[in-house]
């Protein structure tokens, strides 16, 4: 996708803030134009990590998810915040690359079994007729305990072949059970299938470690199995999932998801305004230094070890954000300043904003609550002047109250719409509700005020 193509991509979900819609469009597209270049030169070329600057809820999170979506990239978001330095209690900041792994591989298991999903389907199919049809009990004859001491027992009788009608009485049935299988009619029926037993895991911590248990014996243990009764609707997706399995090499799926976490990876490294703190502060702030010196080799390309293998980190796009209200970029690290060349500011959205983001995107909040109250027989509706009152109402409120930006729609929405989804039940015909200005203005403005304001903090 070139850069235009992909900022016209986002403009389906987030409205506005164009420079950072730019930004991280270049980013992606640089990735493209790096793998065209000889093998020398590709090495030597890393990515320009960003720095979002920017109230909660104007897009910052969203638009780096929805880029890794646009390529199928391996994505991660994490908390700046929540890591601490090496040597005390807590999350060591290589989490992040062995989370970005994990995700890596979920999705290339995910595509390897998208691929042999109609073998898989089939396979269970057959497994599922197995499973319904009555199972044949062998009769084994009694044996003398002295003549198996004696070795005269231990030889058994083979047991007799079924007779040609016999098989052909079962080869009807077993196909009789498969086209009622196809069409629906034992979904309801009991099977016992075999399953593998969780095993509850055990973490150990310390000094920036994080140790599970689960993970390093479980490729010397070998893996329990229990039987359990369950409806075959709920069997199929088990056993789908086990005949796909059954059809890919894992090692293949870990050799290309490392290689993807590598090349294509996208970690969000939000609230990293909250570690950056002035050289002053004392107590708890200390640390806050010590999780910037331990982010910064990550940034700058290290090798994390995995349960799958190493992970270079070189190549991976970081895309740092934060309001930075109290701290300023300049008060990260020199060098980890270095590491994101490229700094976008996102802007507070407008009373326009609001507007185009109840109307424009794909996945508008004015369509989500309409589609949840039609399954309750009500077609929700909205006409221009009522959203924007809305969008007037959601403004005002950021501008009274702490900014949140979007993230208010859903709390005015939730107050707007609350008797209309008390009183859906679906026991009644499709009815129409039209939501106008003055619905708006009856359930909104009259309890406005200063005072009673607070309702509307998230």
């Known amino acids: 996708m070139t850069p235009r193509e992909i900022v016209n991509a986002l403009d389906r979900y987030i409205i506005g803030q164009d420079e950072a819609k730019r930004a991280v469009a270049i980013a992606l597209r640089n990735r493209y134009r790096r793998s065209c270049l000889p093998p020398e030169l590709r090495e030597e070329i890393t990515p320009k990590n960003i720095i979002m600057l920017g109230p909660t809820g104007v897009g910052k999170t969203e638009i780096a998810r929805r880029l890794a979506k646009l390529v199928e990239a391996p994505f991660v978001k994490v908390e700046a915040s929540k890591y601490t330095e090496v040597g005390y209690v807590g999350r060591d900041v290589e989490s992040m690359i062995r989370d970005l792994v994990e995700e890596s591989i979920r999705l290339t298991k995910q595509k390897r079994m998208d691929l042999v999903k109609d073998a898989a389907a089939a396979a269970t199919e057959q497994r599922l007729v197995e499973l319904l049809l009555p199972q044949q009990k062998k009769q084994k004859p009694p044996v003398n305990p002295l003549q198996f001491l004696l070795g005269n027992g231990s030889s058994e009788p083979e047991e007799p072949k079924p007779t040609e009608e016999e098989q052909q009485a079962r080869k009807s049935l077993k196909e009789q059970t498969l086209d009622r299988l196809r069409a629906g009619q034992l979904e309801n029926e009991i099977v016992e299938i075999e399953v593998e037993e969780s095993v509850n895991a055990m973490m150990f911590g310390g000094a920036g470690m994080e140790l599970n248990m689960s993970d390093m014996l479980g490729d010397i243990l070998p893996k329990r199995r229990k039987a359990k009764k369950m409806p075959v609707s709920h069997a199929r997706s088990i056993l789908m999932q086990q005949e796909s399995e ?20 996208i970690i969000f490294l939000d609230e990293i305004d909250k570690i950056a703190g002035s050289s002053n502060h004392m107590g708890a702030d200390v640390s806050r230094e010590g999780v910037q010196r331990d982010i910064l080799p990550i940034v700058e390309g290290t090798t994390v070890a995995t349960k799958y293998g190493p992970v270079k980190t070189d190549f991976i796009l970081f895309i740092g954000a934060g309001a930075f209200h109290v701290a300023k ?11 994101f060349p490229i700094r976008v500011t996102l802007k507070d959205l407008t009373e326009d904003d609001f507007y185009a983001i109840l109307t424009q995107p794909d996945n508008a909040v004015t369509k989500q609550y309409a589609a949840l109250l039609r399954p309750d027989n009500v077609n929700l509706t909205f006409t221009e002047d009522a959203l924007r009152e809305i969008a007037k109402f959601a403004f005002r409120a950021n501008e009274q109250n702490e900014n949140i930006g979007a993230r208010r729609l859903h709390t005015v929405m939730e107050n707007l719409l609350n008797d209309i989804s008390f009183n859906a039940n679906g026991q009644h015909p499709m009815i129409d509700v039209v939501v ?17 304001i607070s309702k509307y903090i998230l």
């Open 329 to 339: 970029v300049t008060d990260l690290i020199p060098e980890l300043q270095g590491r």
């Open 436 to 452: 106008d200005g003055a619905y708006v203005d009856a359930h909104l403005s009259a309890e406005w005020s200063e005072d009673n």
């Open 246 to 265: 059954k059809r890919i090499d894992p090692d293949d799926v870990n050799r290309e998801a490392l290689w993807n976490a590598e090349q294509n990876g």
